[in-house]
């Protein structure tokens, strides 16, 4: 078995005059499951529609276990796809739609029989098999869809959309589900959504797209915690932004100067030198909130303008007292003692904070 299940090498696609897809390249190791996440537009679907066989790009090639498949259909590659709407057969039992794939590839009825079975038991359908689409939820039809692309066990399952037409509660239950399943199964999943915390739950990696682009690729720790672009650090989570510019730096040490006084950093990987205009990114639950001393830097204080209930703790949305523009989301340690109007200092840890390059 090849490493690598898919890989993407250099792909440009245009609608007419519109470029979807802009020299994209990209590897999923076998057995993974990654996601392509990015706002509606960014090309996810099309990225898809590519590795699935539907279009076929006018740059680029796409190989499959190691294979040349850029201009072979659909049928012919080891891929299949779920859709958002499910599309069963509505005049098919449920057993008749998961076996039609296996049917289509001449496989016997009593195997294609017990590998329905086999799959609606995989995706928690045990003896559903007489049913009809219309008797089942919108969560049981996807999951019949599921059953239906997996039975005939293809290398790589393309995923669109998969759990945007149900309800937020199912959605996250599935999600869980669809991790269990495909750890189960060892298939390579590839899934499309615009639903960072389903992104962030499920994916080993996940691809952050913008206008037809990988922003970045990664574990969803380390896109999180290390975001590689702003657009990144904006998508995933929430961050609060602070402009600077790099005055001088020593080996992995940097000064940066900012509207809020200079300070010192760690570059931690990022490629800035002196002289580059930046942003500084931090995560709400890296600010620290109060008292900041020892190894932590000063950014000031705040007046807290609203508080949002989060469960386990309250997000404020802060003003900066001298600073207009920096509007800080900072996670609250302690629940219900802060109240809006109230000022508190504010401080980072130098780690904590990820510079990026601003590209504006
Ligand atoms: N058949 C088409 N003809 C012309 N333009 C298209 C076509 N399909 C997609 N596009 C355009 O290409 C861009 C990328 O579309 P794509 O569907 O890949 O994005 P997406 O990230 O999957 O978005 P969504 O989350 O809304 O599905 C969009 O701007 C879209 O309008």
């Known amino acids: 078995m090849s490493a690598t299940a898919v890989d993407v090498k250099n792909v440009t696609h245009r609608y007419e005059a519109f470029t979807a897809l802009a020299d994209v390249s990209l590897t999923v190791p076998t057995g993974s499951y990654t996601v392509f996440l990015g706002p509606s537009g960014s090309g996810k679907t099309t990225l898809l529609s590519v590795i699935g066989g539907f279009l076929v790009p006018q740059e680029g090639s796409v190989l499959i276990n190691g294979q040349d498949m850029t201009a072979v259909p659909p049928a012919k590659r080891p891929t ?10 509505p005049h098919m039992t449920i057993g008749a739609n998961v076996a039609f794939g296996l049917r289509m590839r001449g496989i016997g ?6 590998r329905a079975h086999d799959m609606l038991d995989l995706v928690g359908l045990k003896g559903s098999e007489a049913k009809r689409p219309h008797e089942l939820s919108g969560g049981q039809r996807q999951r019949v869809a599921l059953a239906r692309a997996l039975a005939v066990e293809p290398s790589v399952l393309l995923l669109d959309e998969p759990l945007g037409a149900l309800d937020l509660k199912l959605r996250r239950q ?6 269990a399943i495909q750890r189960e199964v060892g298939t390579s999943f590839i899934h499309v959504t615009h639903d960072q915390e389903e992104a962030m739950a499920i994916g080993d990696t996940i691809v952050v797209m913008s206008h037809g682009r990988i922003e970045d690729m990664g574990t ?3 896109v999180y915690l290390k975001p590689a672009t702003l657009f990144a650090a904006g998508f ?3 961050s609060s932004f602070l402009k600077g510019k ?3 730096r020593t080996g992995g040490r940097l000064d940066i100067e900012t509207p809020l006084g200079r300070l010192p950093l760690t570059a931690n990987g990022s ?10 990114s931090i995560r709400p639950e890296h600010f620290v909130v109060g008292t900041v001393e020892g190894p932590a830097l000063s950014l000031g204080s705040a007046m807290v303008e609203d508080m949002t209930f989060a469960g386990a703790h309250h997000l404020a949305v802060m ?3 001298t600073l207009d523009s920096f509007r800080p989301m900072v996670q609250m340690p302690q629940i219900g003692e802060t109240k809006p109007g109230a000022t508190v200092a504010l401080g980072v840890l130098p780690e904590d904070v990820v510079i990026l390059k601003d590209e504006a």
């Open 236 to 238: 995933m989570g929430q």
């Open 220 to 222: 969803p720790e380390r």
């Open 271 to 280: 490629g800035v030198d002196a002289g580059d205009n930046v942003v500084l």
């Open 246 to 248: 790099v005055r001088w």
């Open 109 to 114: 009825s009593t195997e294609r029989m017990r």
């Open 80 to 89: 299949t796809t779920v859709f958002q709407d499910y599309a069963l057969f």
């Open 319 to 321: 003003r900066h007292e």
């Open 174 to 179: 599935m999600q869980a589900e669809l991790k």
